[in-house]
């Protein structure tokens, strides 16, 4: 893939990133929104939703920073793993999703609380993973599906892992899902712009 197209996905990833952000910024924050609306602060109003998406371009830069990551250590897998690197993959994958919810519930959850919502978010992220993988294999092949789901699971919540320390709800949902759009971007646009319909990757 040559620069041009580099910079392509770059720009595209970075604008969907912006774009998702203040989506969701929007829906998070909309009593305050539609206060400002109500009021006719257009130019606040402005201010709120530009200050979303410059904080989706960072969110942007994450997820190709995580994405051009992966690449490299899926190469370094198959090269050292071979035919185990899927079985590697998913154990993997396993263990992420467990210490996802094991482990915010052992340090976050009062005593008393519910381990469920822990458990769906896990469930979240691994459904959009799943369907994610699912149009990838069927766009290039049946061996793309390990590595897309690795990718939109386990590389998700490494680069979501920032605000998973401090585990506020809204900052949660607010980077979430950005990265869960610009992963799926980039991993369902990669083979199109290399011309590689048989990329495991």
């Not at 720009?11 to 952000?21: Q, R």
């Not at 897309?148 to 401090?166: D, K, Q």
């Amino acid at each position: 893939m040559n620069s041009r197209k580099w910079v392509r996905l770059f720009l595209t990833t970075l604008l969907i990133g912006g774009i998702a952000t203040a989506a969701v910024g929007i829906v998070l924050n909309w009593k305050e929104f539609g206060h400002l609306l109500v009021r006719f602060e257009v130019i606040e109003f402005l201010v709120v939703l530009l200050w979303h998406v410059g904080v989706g371009f960072i969110f942007s830069v994450i997820s190709q920073a995580g994405f051009f990551a992966y690449l490299t250590v899926h190469r370094f897998g198959l090269g050292m793993f071979r035919s185990l690197w899927n079985a590697v993959q998913l154990v993997l994958i396993i263990f992420v999703l467990f210490d996802l919810v094991y482990f915010r519930y052992m340090v976050f959850a009062d005593k008393g609380d519910s381990i469920i919502p822990y458990v769906l978010t896990a469930l979240f992220i691994l459904a959009v993973g799943l369907a994610v993988a699912y149009i990838k294999s069927a766009q290039t092949n049946k061996g793309a599906f390990v590595p897309a789901l690795f990718f939109m699971v386990v590389v998700t919540v490494i680069e979501w892992f920032p605000v998973l320390r401090i585990n506020d709800r809204d900052w949660l949902y607010l980077m979430l899902i950005p990265l869960l759009v610009c992963n799926a971007y980039q991993l369902l646009i990669l083979h199109k712009l290399t011309g590689g319909a048989g990329s495991s990757a």
